[in-house]
């Protein structure tokens, strides 16, 4: 097993009553808070409201942002890093999704450095992870997607540039964190699919390329990766199963704390890499929904490069109780029974289903290699090329569930 460092200093609520728990908590971290918001579900969700009642009574004051979008766009962000410093609030709240938190860990350290602009701040960009630290941040996440509240990065789109990449520093990792699975009884199947797709990729990642060293980092990956199969299929099936929600939010915070790999090796995050690009050029593409329809062909792609091989058999074992057969075989057995239970729950797909052309294939994978690779290739057990990243997106058509 490696040595390994973990730092992890978010505090933790879980449940619907711990709001007031909660509110004293944020309020030790400021008197004026910076509200950062989403598009408006939450609030029409009445989730807000109780919260701010509890806060100012607590005598925080509360300045509203509103209109964080899906992908977050650097420049609400610096509109709103703007703001934070005109009304001088001393720390931010963000109440939503992984958009919403990533945003208000952006506001947060831009305001503290003084700048003006996050994207030279990004990886790929001239002053990327330049940025000096960052007022102290409260999540309250609605979704069960990207553990954000207690990761260091942050996820930042730039439609003008076509971009999407990341900001990562300790000091964004939220203080305090409020889990209430109820919150996200309301979230629709599309978003809880997009969701549980990105849960198991931030277990998989690692799993796949971090090598077999650390047994118990298996274990609790594959103990997240089960929960993702079984709770998604009830939550399709009943959206207000409370019990499924509070399991599957619970695993989105436990696959991306950093003691899903403990003792393996560090290696890349290829899927999120190659994600990442996609959504920039479409920032309309969910996260999860883009992970989702690489899944089956980057799998594929490293069974024929006979990389990950015996990983991927395990996970065949283990999860779907597959004992027959070579490691190859129980690999590829993985990978259909994989690529069946993607079907049955609504996450089975091509590229071009989602509207990507072909055309569009290269210069994507450019900006992956180039952003988040050495400029020519990624890492995966070996190179991963501009012409690989190609030919894995080329290989989605066959996930294709439209006849053309
Ligand atoms: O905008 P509103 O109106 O709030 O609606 C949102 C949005 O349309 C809605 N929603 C949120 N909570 C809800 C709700 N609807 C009903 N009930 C609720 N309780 O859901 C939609 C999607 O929200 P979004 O925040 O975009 O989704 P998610 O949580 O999946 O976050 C995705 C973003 O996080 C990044 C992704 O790249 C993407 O930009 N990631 C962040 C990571 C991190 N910070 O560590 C790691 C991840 O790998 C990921 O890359
Ligand atoms: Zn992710």
Not at 28 to 40: D, N, P, S
Not at 280 to 295: N, V
Not at 371 to 385: E, F, M, R, S
Request: proline share 4%.
């Amino acid at each position: 097993m490696n040595s390994f460092e973990i730092y992890t200093p978010t505090r933790i609520l879980f449940g619907a009553d711990q709001i007031n728990v909660f509110a004293e908590r944020a309020a030790q971290l400021g008197k004026h808070a910076f509200v950062v918001l989403g598009g408006g579900t939450v609030e029409k969700l009445g989730f807000l409201q109780p919260l701010a009642e509890q806060l100012a009574n607590l005598g925080v004051k509360l300045t509203h942002f509103r209109g964080i979008e899906p992908n977050p766009e650097a420049a609400t962000i610096n509109r709103a890093a703007a703001q934070l410093k005109a009304v001088g609030a001393d720390f931010v709240l963000a109440v939503g999704g992984g958009s919403v938190m990533d945003a208000a860990k952006s506001i947060a350290a831009l305001a503290y450095t003084g700048e003006a602009d996050i994207w030279p701040f990004v990886a790929g960009e001239a002053r990327a992870f330049q940025l000096s630290g960052a007022l102290p941040i409260a999540a309250v996440p609605t979704t069960a997607a990207t553990a954000s509240e207690v990761t260091p990065f942050a996820v930042i789109s730039n439609r003008e540039v076509g971009g999407k990449s990341i900001i990562s520093h300790e000091f964004v990792k939220p203080r305090l964190a409020w889990l209430n699975p109820s919150f996200t009884q309301g979230l629709s199947a599309t978003v809880t699919q997009d969701g549980a797709a990105d849960i198991f990729s931030h277990v998989i990642e690692n799993y796949l390329l971090g090598t077999d060293i650390s047994p118990l980092a298996d274990r609790y990956s594959e103990a997240v990766m089960s929960t993702v199969f079984e709770t998604l299929p009830r939550l399709l099936a009943n959206p207000h199963d409370l019990q499924a929600r509070a399991d599957l939010m619970w695993a989105s915070t436990l696959a991306l704390n950093d003691y899903q790999k403990a003792g393996r090796a560090e290696a890349e995050f290829v899927l999120h890499s190659i994600e990442h690009s996609l959504s920039a050029k479409h920032p309309e593409l969910a996260h999860g929904r883009g992970l989702a329809t690489l899944y089956p062909a980057y799998f594929r792609w490293l069974l024929g490069k006979d990389r990950a091989q015996a990983r991927l058999a395990q996970l065949g074992t283990r999860l779907f109780g597959v004992k027959e057969g070579s490691p190859a075989e129980r690999a590829e057995r993985f990978i259909q029974l994989f690529e069946d239970w993607l079907q049955q729950n609504g996450l089975l797909q091509s590229l071009q289903d989602l509207g990507f052309n072909s055309s569009e294939f290269e210069g994507i994978a450019e900006y992956a290699v180039k952003t988040y690779g050495d400029g020519n290739q990624l890492n995966a057990l070996g190179p991963i090329t501009r012409s690989d990243i190609v030919e894995i997106f080329q290989r989605t058509d066959r996930q294709s569930l439209v006849s053309r």
